[in-house]
């Protein structure tokens, strides 16, 4: 086993509090800004502000972003499909959820 | 390495047509694919079917395989024969990326796909995903965790392995179940010099032996008896921070809630919240006097829980 350092690492929280701009989503999640145009249409990912220039997204659309890329790359699902997995994904969490605190 | 058994692991028998094939790979890779499926060993089972089906659709590939026969088991421990020729088998483009194929598959047919890779492509690095284990206390208060994570590490050849490596993280203050944090640059190495890819880390709650969290929000409940509900009561509770005092209202109800403010999981922008739900427990009636003291009861309070019951 190896030591990585004696660092200790600060990551960013992908949640709800957080933003970030249009490009800067293109570049976290390594998608072209089409591919985030077509979500955006599809209502995957809904950002604050009228045009693509004033979009804000929240860094929870980053994980959702990364699912559609994924699921798409991987199952060949498209995005109207990938919009119904991420609903049923965040059903599933939530009744999940329940289940645990019951 | 260990031995793998391709038509194992896809569930067809060592003649299914190239159309069985299709098939149980399809339903398999929906089964479990690590966004839709949460069982821990989803990623590798994914791995292991997309590698099953990178073999067996390719005739070439399922062919060359089909030579080692049918008398390999599973994780057997596995050499290839001497004469075998692993660079005749050009191998481009994969489902499994640059985290890769076994070392089996690599041995028998991903050494020429390596080496062009590196030649050819300048490549990020491939985000990597994985679940950490926090307490309710860390996650309420923010705290600095060392974590054991299986993490690439790249040999002088350049071959990707998974090793065991210690991770020195700070958890937010805060953080809630299911949140990520991303972490740049910790993913898998990239290839010809680019940016290695970015590790994300899914927050998971040890279960607690008192609390249970809703998102920001912890429960607890808290048994009371049936005076302290009836007059009102200042009680200890516990909380995340600690024992606080609790003033219990006059005629409490079994299943009221009361909030305690900020003592859920909060940050600097928003509040958690601890909401305490009461639980009337009834005291056990053993003595002459005991039953005495209910049966004054039922005298001098004239009460019917159900009249909503229409009885």
Same mark, same amino acid.
């Given at each position: 086993m190896s030591h990585n350092s004696n660092a200790y690492l600060q990551g960013i929280v992908l949640d709800e509090e957080t933003y970030c701009s249009f490009g800067e989503l293109c570049r976290l999640c390594g998608a072209s800004a089409e591919q985030i145009h077509e979500m955006v249409a599809e209502g995957i990912i809904s950002p604050e502000g009228r045009t693509p220039a004033e979009w804000r997204f929240t860094l929870v659309s980053l994980h959702r972003v990364q699912t559609v890329v994924r699921l798409h790359q991987d199952l060949h699902i498209n995005l109207p499909g990938c919009a119904l997995v991420l609903e049923l994904l965040d059903e599933l969490d939530s009744l999940r959820s329940l289940l645990a605190r019951s | 390495m260990e031995y793998k058994d391709y038509y194992q692991i896809l569930g067809? /028998?060592?003649?299914?047509s190239p159309d069985a094939i299709k098939q149980a790979y399809r339903k398999l890779a929906r089964k479990f694919h690590p966004d839709v499926n949460k069982e821990k060993d989803a990623e590798a089972r994914f791995k292991d079917i997309g590698e099953a089906y990178e073999v067996l659709k390719d005739p070439e590939k399922r062919t060359a395989y089909d030579? =080692?026969? /049918?008398?390999w088991q599973a994780g057997e421990q596995f050499r290839p024969p001497p004469?075998?020729? /692993? +660079?005749?088998y050009e191998f481009r483009g994969s489902?499994?990326?640059?985290?890769? =194929?076994s070392d089996f598959f690599e041995a028998l047919f991903g050494q020429a796909r390596a080496q062009s890779a590196r030649q050819e492509f300048r490549m990020q690095g491939e985000d990597q995903q994985a679940a950490i284990s926090i307490s309710l206390e860390d996650a309420y208060r923010g705290a600095r965790q060392t974590l054991t994570l299986n993490r690439p590490e790249m040999d002088e050849q350049g071959h990707v392995s998974m090793r065991p490596q210690q991770l020195n993280l700070v958890i937010p203050k805060g953080i809630m179940a299911g949140q990520r944090i991303r972490l740049e640059g910790q993913g898998l190495p990239g290839h010809g010099g680019a940016a290695p890819g970015d590790l994300y880390l899914e927050i998971h709650f040890i279960p607690h032996p008192l609390f249970k969290a809703e998102k920001r929000t912890i429960h607890l409940q808290l048994p009371i008896t049936p005076w302290e509900a009836a007059l009102g009561a200042s009680l200890t509770v516990p909380t995340l921070d600690g024992k606080v005092q609790l003033k219990i209202p006059p005629n409490s109800q079994s299943g009221s809630k009361l909030r305690l403010r +900020?003592?859920?999981?909060?940050t600097e922008k928003t509040q958690g919240d601890q909401i305490v739900t009461l639980q009337v427990v009834l005291p056990e009636a053993h003595t002459e006097e005991q039953r005495a003291l209910y049966r004054g009861m039922a005298e001098k309070m004239a009460f019917n829980p159900r009249t909503d019951l229409g009885v």
């Open positions: - | 067809i /028998a060592r003649d299914a030579r =080692f026969g /049918a008398n004469d075998w020729d /692993a +660079g005749s489902t499994a990326g640059a985290q890769g =194929f +900020g003592k859920g999981l909060s």
